[in-house]
């Protein structure tokens, strides 16, 4: 139930001291009420042993030897105080403070001769020829030795309590340390390093036993991801240099040809073929190595302002060549970390379509502003939209819904914008801007990204 | 020039050979990067041209063994993988340039080329060519003495003409060098502003400033 509710090292901590101090209170307290009972033992059974050699005296050197026993005792200062009354309750000994007590046991309060009370035990106990005799005995030095195990126990519970802060805390840093170096690794695969490793301690202990199952399970990603990009690089290795022959070869035959003849528009056409294949393949890998993430490696801290406001800078000439209007409302001075060229290349993306989507007259905006701590890079267009029914499908690699959008183009636009928003760890939302298309990449702002968090 | 191609694919080669060879440099090719070592310890190159996927291993490697042993002169790589990862490990190792396969003859010529200036160096503030005067610094323009007012991207494109000098400047190296893109978006955005500065170039002129190549490029008019 504690171990359900038990959150991070430093609750484990409090719990830790809590519990040494709880223990130390109670053990203490017990050790205390122990010491005190067997101290109250002692004296009530030398009280009782007293009486009774009292009461043996009494029997054997009758009562004249009792009082003379007590007058010395009285006189040599012993341990005991003597009150004796007769069957007519005249004090036959005894001081003038000390009271009569009835029969039995008695905590109570004598006085000396200045007049001071003085807290004793007492047994009152009836005698032979109705005499009744209490014996008392201060109880003030076991009072102090009780008071003095008391001291000492409180100053062992405040040295329990300070190791157990320092036990706890050291404790809590050993957790802290090795959960840091997990947290530490975990991040650095996420930004792309796929090679780090946990540290063991060399310990054998559970966090090494954890650590190498992690490192086992980075080990796998790191295989899977170097599989993934050695195919790519085959693929893209044993494809390009046949499309680079035949590119080539086209190129010297553009030339071999000579001006006028009818087969210059077929080769030139060729050419044209095959550098759509070789678009749409670039596309293609561009779009794996994002969504691997080695990319993260690379990411830098830039200005996200100023290369939108370039890039929308760049375009506003594209789109008045096709009777549209790009405007931007960028807010200055926004830093993220990032890739600034795949980000260009999303913004880009998201332009271009947006202009190439909707016909003349089409109003384009360009907006870049923080929202708490994430930042937005939002097109937004006034033309023809999608409906929100078709927006998982937008999103698809070479979904028909982009095919019918843009026949020229080979439906890897939005899917490669959606791969870069999250290579930065971000989303990409689509919305219906009534009329129009609004598509906002969501990025976290410089200083954002997801750091070691144990706490 | 003399110029060492170290590239497995020998149709490839034989390709950039030609090329080359057409456009009067003098070219040498190995196709391992051992034997390209090799080849720069015994001979001069003035440039190298380097695959990335060679069969004895990683030509980052070989650029990087090259500029610890002390080579200074461009390394162009060539690559068909096209990646971020690969262009910026190519860069991080030393190359100067980048070409992704498969690429236009024109392309690999003037990236050749650049790379030659380049490697000259040329830091002044003001530049000309022809009749056109830049001054880099303050981003200011001029044809035959009269100042043109220009759009930043513009002006940029400009700037690589006339750093150019004459020379042809492809549509990636405008992407590469103005944009700072090293993709290539749908619309030819390069296409679109090198017609607003052609048209403020030219105002007042009888001469085209630029002369425009389909599948080669821009450059600037010796005449003009």
């Known amino acids: ?455 | 020039m003399r110029l060492l191609l170290i590239e497995d694919d020998i149709a490839i080669a034989d390709y950039i050979g030609a090329c080359l060879s057409n456009a009067g440099h003098e070219v040498r090719h190995v196709p391992e990067g051992q034997s390209g070592l090799v080849e720069t310890k015994n001979e001069h190159f003035d440039l190298l041209i380097v695959d990335r996927i060679l069969p004895d291993g990683d030509g980052v490697l070989v650029v990087d063994s090259l500029r610890k042993s002390g080579f200074t002169n461009p390394v162009l790589m060539l690559t068909a993988l096209g990646s971020i990862e690969d262009r910026v490990e190519g860069l991080r190792h030393g190359a100067d340039d980048y070409l992704v396969k498969p690429f236009a003859q024109a392309e690999l010529l003037a990236r050749i080329d650049a790379l030659f200036r380049r490697s000259k160096g040329a830091f002044q503030d003001v530049h000309e060519y022809a009749s056109i005067t830049i001054n880099r610094r303050r981003r200011e323009a001029w044809r035959a003495g009269q100042r043109i007012m220009l759009q930043p991207r513009e002006f940029e494109l400009l700037e690589q003409l006339v750093l150019h000098e004459g020379r042809y400047v492809s549509k990636a190296m405008m992407l590469e060098n103005v944009w700072n893109f090293h993709f290539h978006p749908d619309t030819n955005i390069v296409e679109t502003h090198m017609s607003r500065l052609r048209q403020k170039l030219n105002a007042g002129f009888a001469s085209d400033a630029i002369q425009t190549a389909r599948r080669v490029g821009y450059r600037l008019r010796d005449d003009c």
Request: net charge negative.
């Open chain 1, 1 to 455: 139930m504690i171990a359900r509710g038990v959150r991070s090292a430093r609750q484990i901590t409090l719990l830790f001291v809590a519990g040494l101090v709880i223990a130390g209170v109670l053990l203490g307290g017990i050790a205390y009420l122990v010491g005190h009972d067997a101290i109250r033992g002692q004296i009530d059974a030398r009280i009782e042993a007293e009486m009774h050699s009292l009461r043996h005296l009494q029997k054997q050197g009758g009562n004249r030897a009792l009082l003379a026993a007590i007058d010395e005792d009285d006189e040599r200062g012993g341990s005991f105080d003597y009150v004796l009354v007769n069957a007519w309750g005249h004090r036959l000994s005894g001081e003038r403070g000390h009271p009569l007590l009835a029969i039995g046991w008695h905590d109570a309060v004598f006085r000396d001769d200045a007049g001071n009370g003085i807290p004793v035990r007492a047994l009152t106990a009836p005698l032979d020829d109705g005499l009744r005799l209490t014996v008392a005995t201060d109880t003030a030095p076991a009072a102090a030795l009780l008071r003095t195990t008391l001291v000492l126990l409180a100053l062992a519970l405040l040295v329990l309590i300070v190791l157990a802060i320092g036990c706890g805390l050291l404790f809590e840093r050993a957790i802290r340390r090795r959960l840091d170096l997990m947290n530490r690794t975990a991040v650095a695969i996420i930004a792309g390093h796929l090679d780090s490793r946990i540290a063991l301690s060399g310990h054998g202990d559970e966090f090494d036993q954890l650590a190498s199952t992690f490192n086992s399970m980075f080990g796998r990603v790191e295989a899977l991801i170097g599989n993934l990009r050695q195919v790519s690089s085959d693929v893209a290795h044993e494809l390009r240099t046949p499309i680079t022959h035949l590119q080539n070869r086209l190129e010297r035959a553009l030339e071999e040809i000579p001006p006028g003849s009818p087969g210059l528009e077929t080769v030139d056409a060729a050419i044209g073929d095959s550098e759509r294949i070789l678009s749409l393949f670039s596309a293609l890998l561009r779009i794996s190595e994002v969504e691997s993430g080695t990319v993260r490696r690379y990411f830098r801290t830039f200005d996200l302002s100023a290369q939108s406001a370039m890039v929308v800078e760049s375009y506003s000439a594209v789109a008045e060549d096709k009777g549209c209007q790009l405007l931007s409302d960028i807010e200055p001075g926004i830093l993220v970390d990032g890739d600034v060229e795949l980000l260009s290349q999303a913004m880009t993306n998201l332009i271009e379509n947006a202009l190439n989507h909707n016909g003349p007259g089409t109003r384009v905006t360009l907006v870049i502003e923080r929202c708490e701590d994430r930042v937005a890079l939002r097109v937004t267009d006034d033309g023809k939209g999608i409906d929100e029914a078709d927006f998982p499908s937008a999103l698809r690699r070479f979904g028909r819904l982009e095919a019918r959008r843009n026949p020229a183009g080979h439906g890897l636009g939005l899917p490669l914008v959606q791969a870069i928003a999250r290579l930065h760890q971000g989303a990409l939302e689509l919305q219906d801007a009534r009329p129009g298309l609004r598509v906002t990449i969501w990025l976290r702002s410089e200083g954002q990204q997801p750091r070691v968090g144990t706490h």
